[in-house]
């Protein structure tokens, strides 16, 4: 039952800008598109969120799309420390406080 | 370093034997959560507190697991009985009241049942 889509594997050259696909078409009209990475060895870290507007901070942005079905986070400049696996997980801003991780995309920097 | 921590780092263990993690959140952050992880797959909710109250359990959490928050500080997570189906790494992570927004995870401690 998962909620996003996201391809499950993608290169990226370092310096270049890492534009990562993620699929949510069944999303509803409460529910906030939030984005974490996991480098190897370590604990998920929140990068960015929004509901339907673009976002952008010290990170990335996160272009939603009009109709919210799909967006993109944008790594503007990658590194190779931003090697990692990428979530896309949806969520409303409710009582219910988990976070639902699907497989995510494991992005590769390359020199 | 004022993040998340989690004890131990590792743990092996045989099957049948019980073990016991714990989990010092940040600082006057009164949300902590449990997730549990398994190679190739994204971290799966299993518990949450809200300061000591436990608010919501996963259907994974079977009777052999119990999660404990006193005083709504650190938290501690045993499994009972272990299985080599429990291998997997366990996370912890916390959030602050002012926001819901940021999860903060730690490290994980990485379980090995023999």
């Known amino acids: 039952d998962a909620k996003t889509t996201q391809p499950p594997s993608m290169d990226c050259a370092e310096g270049r800008a890492a534009n990562l696909p993620c699929n949510h078409s069944?999303?509803?009209?409460?529910?906030?598109v939030y984005w974490y990475r996991q480098i190897h060895s370590q604990g998920p870290q929140y990068i960015i969120h929004?509901?339907?507007n673009n976002e952008t901070n010290e990170m990335a942005s996160l272009i939603i799309t009009e109709d919210r079905k799909s967006s993109t986070l944008i790594l503007p400049h990658a590194t190779l420390r931003d090697t990692a696996v990428y979530y896309c997980?949806?969520?409303?801003?409710?009582?219910?406080?988990?976070?639902?991780f699907g497989a995510g995309t494991t992005v590769t920097v390359r020199a | 370093d004022t993040g998340v921590s989690q004890n131990p780092r590792h743990k092996i263990t045989k099957r049948g034997q019980n073990v016991t993690f714990r989990c010092d959140p940040i600082?006057?952050?009164?949300?902590l959560y449990w997730y549990r992880q398994t190679l190739g797959q994204g971290p799966e909710f299993l518990t949450y507190?809200?300061?000591?109250?436990?608010?919501?359990k996963s259907r994974l959490l079977s009777d052999r697991f119990s999660a404990e928050r006193p005083k709504g500080s650190f938290s501690t997570l045993e499994i009972q009985r272990t299985e080599q189906g429990d291998s997997a790494m366990y996370l912890c992570?916390?959030?602050?009241?002012?926001?819901?927004?940021?999860?903060?995870f730690g490290p994980g401690t990485r379980l090995t049942v023999t």
């Open positions: 992570a916390s959030s602050p009241p002012a926001t819901i927004y940021e999860q903060y």
């Open positions: 069944t999303i509803s009209g409460n529910e906030y």
């Open positions: 929004g509901l339907k």
């Open positions: 997980i949806v969520r409303a801003h409710s009582n219910d406080y988990k976070l639902s």
């Open positions: 600082s006057e952050h009164n949300r």
């Open positions: 507190f809200q300061n000591e109250a436990q608010l919501e």
